[in-house]
């Protein structure tokens, strides 16, 4: 399972890539991540609606993207209002104080774990592999009681994880150190989980980030276990919103309204798997 310590620390491009890789190795493996929020969505062979992004990674893992890669969905409505999506079809509108102060023993809960588990199993019945994806930080406190996306997900799963550190940012080591310390606090059961860290998005010399591992390495025992490079305009699906590209030598400027809530305004139509 791949988390992060925030959200854009690359996550959903790290899937992509572990899958195309076992892909290669011979394996048939699914992406996985049991809940998102987003309005870029996907629209399945049986008609249900999952996030686009995770239809982008069961590409990268050469399979036809199904329900059972991303159960539960919310698509934004208001600030604080989103339609909740289970297995594809639309189930009610949820406020998110509703969603997310819910509670252990709520009905809401229980719907949640039940399409959860369902889509678990029915992916270990037809996959080799399942690559895992968290959202937003792997250590919320706020959420962390009714958590089925991160650290919860990844009990119920048993999975490995591997925590994504977005070095562009500024701040990843103490993201780190951060990070383990809300969970030493909240849940300590959820630091075994961590099977090590990934810096993401690192330019420049190895030989200066060197110190910096070395500190972490003096309070922590979990490894960095990668130094990922940053690399621009891989072109892949966009999970939740719509960032801005400029040609080079532009012969028409083509400038398009950017609205709140615009929803599935990608330009990749998907209608072949890749092969490459």
């Known amino acids: 399972m791949i988390q992060a310590t925030s959200s854009n620390a690359g996550k959903t ?34 008609g249900g609606e999952i996030a686009r992004a995770t239809a982008m990674q069961a590409r990268a893992a050469r399979q036809e993207p199904t329900l059972h890669m991303n159960p539960l969905l919310l698509k934004p409505k208001l600030d604080d209002v989103a339609q909740l ?29 039940a399409a959860i588990r369902e889509s678990i199993a029915y992916l270990q019945r037809h996959y080799d592999v399942i690559v895992a994806e968290g959202a937003g ?6 959420l962390r009681e009714i958590d089925v996306v991160n650290m919860g ?23 780190i150190l951060g ?6 606090h909240t849940t300590p059961a959820d630091i075994d989980l961590i099977a090590g860290f990934i810096l993401n998005k690192f330019r420049g010399d190895r030989a200066v980030l060197q110190p910096a591992i ?23 699906e966009e999970e939740d919103r719509i960032r801005e590209q400029q040609c080079e030598a532009p012969e028409i400027d083509i400038a398009v309204i950017y609205l709140p809530h615009v929803s599935n ?3 990749l139509p998907f209608s072949e798997p890749v092969t490459t």
């Open 13 to 46: 491009t790290l899937v992509a890539g572990l899958c195309r890789l076992l892909s290669n190795r011979g394996f048939r493996v699914a992406p996985f991540k049991s809940q998102n929020m987003a309005l870029n969505v996907y629209v399945t062979d049986d």
């Open 85 to 113: 999506i289970v297995h594809g079809k639309p189930h009610m509108d949820v406020s998110a104080r509703d969603y997310f102060l819910c509670g252990q023993t709520s009905e809401l809960q229980e719907l949640k774990l």
């Open 137 to 142: 930080s792997c250590a919320e406190p706020n």
């Open 265 to 267: 305004a990608s330009r």
């Open 179 to 184: 990070s383990l310390e809300v969970m030493k």
């Open 153 to 175: 997900l990844a009990h119920e799963l048993g999975a490995k994880v591997f925590v994504v550190v977005d070095l562009d940012l500024g701040g990843a080591f103490a993201d």
């Open 214 to 236: 070395d500190f972490t390495a003096a309070y922590t025992s979990i490894p960095i276990v990668g130094v990922l490079p940053f690399v621009a305009n891989l072109e892949l």
